[in-house]
């Protein structure tokens, strides 16, 4: 099986734009998750989507928002790009149907640097 | 709220030297508690996880880690480190019943030294 691919690796952003990244999760794998990593805040919780639905939300201001596809595919944007955007962000799939005998998967990350 | 606290976030050992990476949790109810590695320039991969089904869990890379609920412990040791093992570790705790929502511990970085 293929692992789950993130697009773009890298990016660069200034100020104000918006960015869209995008996540292929493992063939069969529903739940998809997202993370930011930062050196300051480390790992943080965005939000979790699972059958096109939006099941769990971490903390994060309204211009961080996501969706996912019929496909399970999940892309999540940024508004209005602050200097504190530039992060790693990172995605997750997994397949809830196994429970905790299955294991989560995570991509290689979108690196985002805001200038 | 559940939460995981590392306890240093540089630990060095030597090559062939036990590792024994801390995390301790908190959780008002029985929690799941996994460690993921992170690679240079890479994504996390679970190392091993805490389901209630065995206080001593084994996983991968010859990492373990065992459960002690009267420490609210959950820390990560291997027998003998190898240059390899170098890396970031992450100690993370479920809020719901599966990996929908993780919380995760500030990290620790492993250095080993021939």
């Known amino acids: 099986k293929a692992g789950v691919t993130q697009t773009p690796r890298y990016l660069i952003k200034t100020r104000g734009q918006q960015v869209t990244l995008s996540c292929s999760p493992i063939?069969?794998?529903?739940?998809v998750s997202w993370y930011q990593q930062t050196p300051g805040q480390g790992l943080q919780f965005l939000f979790e989507?699972?059958?096109?639905?939006?099941?769990n939300k971490g903390n994060f201001p309204g211009r961080f928002s996501g969706r996912q596809f019929s496909n399970s595919r999940s892309e999540m944007n940024v508004s209005t790009l602050e200097l504190g955007d530039s992060a790693l962000y990172l995605c997750?799939?997994?397949?809830?149907?196994?429970?905790?005998?299955?294991?989560?998967?995570f991509g290689p990350g979108t690196r985002l640097l805001v200038l | 709220a559940q939460s995981v606290t590392q306890l240093g976030s540089h630990v060095s050992v030597s090559e062939g030297a036990l590792v024994l990476l801390r995390c301790n949790y908190s959780?008002?109810?029985?929690?799941?508690l996994f460690w993921y590695v992170q690679y240079p320039n890479q994504g996390l991969q679970l190392l091993l996880k805490?389901?209630?089904?065995?206080?001593l869990v084994k996983g991968i890379n010859g990492f373990e880690a065992e459960f002690k609920k009267s420490e609210t412990s959950f820390h990560l040791t291997k027998p003998s480190a190898h240059m390899s093992d170098a890396a970031e570790y992450f100690c993370?705790?479920?809020?719901?019943?599966?990996?929908?929502?993780?919380?995760f511990g500030t990290g620790t970085r492993l250095l080993v030294s021939p």
């Open positions: 989507y699972f059958s096109e639905t939006q099941r």
């Open positions: 959780s008002s109810v029985p929690p799941y």
């Open positions: 805490y389901t209630s089904a065995a206080t």
């Open positions: 997750a799939s997994w397949d809830p149907s196994g429970g905790l005998l299955e294991t989560q998967y």
């Open positions: 063939s069969g794998h529903r739940s």
């Open positions: 993370a705790v479920s809020v719901n019943t599966g990996f929908q929502k993780l919380v």
